[in-house]
């Protein structure tokens, strides 16, 4: 399952910018999608997630900000990030974990490339 991601650039403090995510391939369904970020320097962090089941995880310093959410089409992933502040500059990564085919457990767990967001104050 290949993930792509797109919607990051520059923004001034403030600003929003919206994040998506697509997969591709073999899909029966996803259980869960997240987005994590890595900045310079800094360990990759989970920034947001959502689960099939309904549970939703914001990292603290963005709570009120920024919103997970499904796409329209079909195996999206959306993060909607507003009132961006410097610190928020890092490189975005999208994770999704679903199903190829029915069964019990996932069985793919895929990562896109990675998307700048940089936010000057």
């Known amino acids: 399952v290949r993930v792509v991601e797109s919607g990051g650039g520059s923004v001034q403090a403030g600003g929003s910018l919206s994040l998506s995510c697509e997969a591709s391939?073999?899909?029966?369904?996803?259980?869960?999608m997240a987005w994590y970020r890595q900045a310079p320097g800094k360990e990759r962090e989970l920034v947001a997630q959502n689960t099939r089941g309904g549970t939703t995880y914001y990292l603290d310093s963005v709570k009120g900000r920024f919103t997970i959410s499904r796409g329209d089409a079909k195996n999206t992933a959306l993060l909607q990030m507003n009132n961006l502040k410097p610190e928020d500059t890092a490189v975005y990564y999208c994770?999704?974990?679903?199903?190829?085919?029915?069964?019990?457990?996932?069985?793919?767990?895929?990562w896109g490339q990675g998307t700048q967001v940089t936010v000057s104050s």
């Open positions: 994770n999704l974990l679903g199903y190829s085919r029915p069964g019990d457990q996932p069985d793919f767990d895929s």
């Open positions: 391939g073999t899909i029966f369904g996803l259980d869960a």
